[in-house]
């Protein structure tokens, strides 16, 4: 079930290291706490720990966890059919506590920062830069904890004003998002170290022929205006969640068509 | 369940930590007894980190106590301090599951009951000799 918080996660453009057990991430953690000494930038600023196949030796790392490291969100996730130990998690001290794979959307784009409003200085600057950031890497699990304000860099930047309502909506889009998960923020000290500091400010309307920065992906290059209707090969973008037939006497009716008399 | 008094206590060194992962109160008493010196967790997962903070001589692992887990405990440890040699703690049921763990890594096995009154020998020649003193053929 990680694939599901793993996919969430590609989604949102973020990085994550994966581990296989308890006693791997705790070493992990203790890495990335080691690893702040020198940078505070590579803060373990969360933990998403999928809690389908804990025994009760695992769910000591919620306590463990929440000692050691009291500045890093604890994310449970459990499947469906795990509802009680996604509730012994949340006793033990988990944050936030996932159980579909629709809270992990939810709570992945609740991890993408919004633009700065107007005239907001940007924070301070973080390398590398956005448009150098390397792709998310595969589901190889990694020694090296992800800075946040990392894996915010790694995602896409956010096209200019004039160029983003040429974008389609992208699920991560922070426009499109729904309000945030109720997802407690990291403390002054880490936000500050995990703000965007690449996302442009939202700026006064630039020409149209402004051209979206080089380096955004194919789903930020979209040539489709919004309330336009997309051209045919755009249409095979995006996934199939389901497909509806339709009668006859349906679609007539769903074309306002009269039925002859 | 073996009478503590039974158990030749070994005077605690300054210069040693043993770290003990054992849960069980009965044993854990003989244990301690044993082995002199003991950081005793109750959590594998606290052992882990007591480990990885501060290099412990040896650590002993009674194996009822990580569920299953011992394979990942064991991987856990020697990746981040392969210096430090493990025992494990075994129930006569458990011994071929202790026997596989040395080819995992492990230093020895115990088998309770009578066995692991090696046990504060084997730490006393491995802390003599700066090396983990492994059972003779089956060492990894």
Same mark, same amino acid.
């Given at each position: 079930m990680s694939d599901a918080i793993q996919d969430g996660l590609r989604a949102a453009g973020l990085r994550a290291a994966v581990v296989s057990n308890v006693f791997d991430a705790v070493v992990e953690a203790e890495h990335a706490a080691q690893a702040q000494a020198g940078?505070?930038?590579?803060?373990?600023t969360q933990t998403i720990v999928c809690?389908?196949?804990?025994?009760q030796q695992d769910f000591r790392l919620f306590p463990l966890m929440r000692r050691e490291w009291p500045e890093t969100l604890i994310v449970a996730f459990h499947s469906p059919g795990f509802d009680y130990k996604g509730r012994l998690a949340e006793l033990l001290g988990a944050d936030v506590v996932l159980g579909s794979t629709a809270d992990v959307a939810e709570w992945a784009k609740s991890l993408v920062p919004a633009a700065p409003a107007a005239g907001e200085t940007p924070a301070t600057p973080v390398e590398p830069p956005a448009h150098q950031a390397p792709e998310p890497p595969a589901r190889t699990p990694s020694t090296d904890a992800p800075p946040a304000a990392y894996q915010y860099l790694a995602r896409a930047p956010e096209p200019p004003p004039a160029a983003a309502d040429q974008a389609?909506?992208? !699920?991560?889009s922070p426009e499109s998002a729904p309000p945030p998960a109720p997802v407690r923020q990291p403390p002054p000290a880490q936000a500050s170290s995990a703000a965007?500091?690449?996302?442009? !400010?939202?700026?006064p309307p630039a020409p149209p022929s402004e051209s979206p920065p080089t380096a955004a992906p194919p789903a930020a290059q979209s040539k489709t205006r919004l309330g336009e209707p997309p051209a045919d090969d755009e249409?095979?973008?995006?996934?199939?969640i389901g497909t509806v037939e339709l009668t006859d006497e349906e679609l007539r009716l769903l074309l306002g068509e009269e039925e002859d008399a | 369940m073996i009478p503590a008094s039974r158990a030749q206590a070994v005077p605690a060194r300054r210069d040693r930590r043993v770290l003990l992962v054992c849960r069980s109160a009965g044993r854990r008493t003989l244990l301690e007894r044993l082995v002199g010196g003991a950081e005793t967790h109750a959590s594998a997962v606290e052992a882990v980190l007591a480990v990885l903070r501060r290099r412990p001589q040896a650590v002993v692992l009674?194996?009822?106590?990580?569920e299953g887990r011992e394979r990942d405990f064991l991987a856990a440890l020697r990746r981040s301090r392969p210096e430090v040699p493990i025992y494990a703690i075994a129930q006569p049921e458990d011994e071929p599951l202790a026997r596989g763990l040395l080819r995992e890594g492990a230093a020895d096995y115990f088998v309770l009951p009578t066995d692991i009154y090696r046990l504060p020998r084997t730490l006393e020649k491995a802390a003599r000799s700066g090396q983990p003193v492994c059972r003779t053929g089956l060492a990894p």
């Open positions: 940078s505070p930038a590579r803060a373990l809690v389908d196949h804990f025994g389609p909506p992208h !699920p991560t965007p500091t690449e996302v442009k !400010p939202a700026a249409w095979v973008e995006g996934n199939v | 009674n194996l009822e106590d990580v």
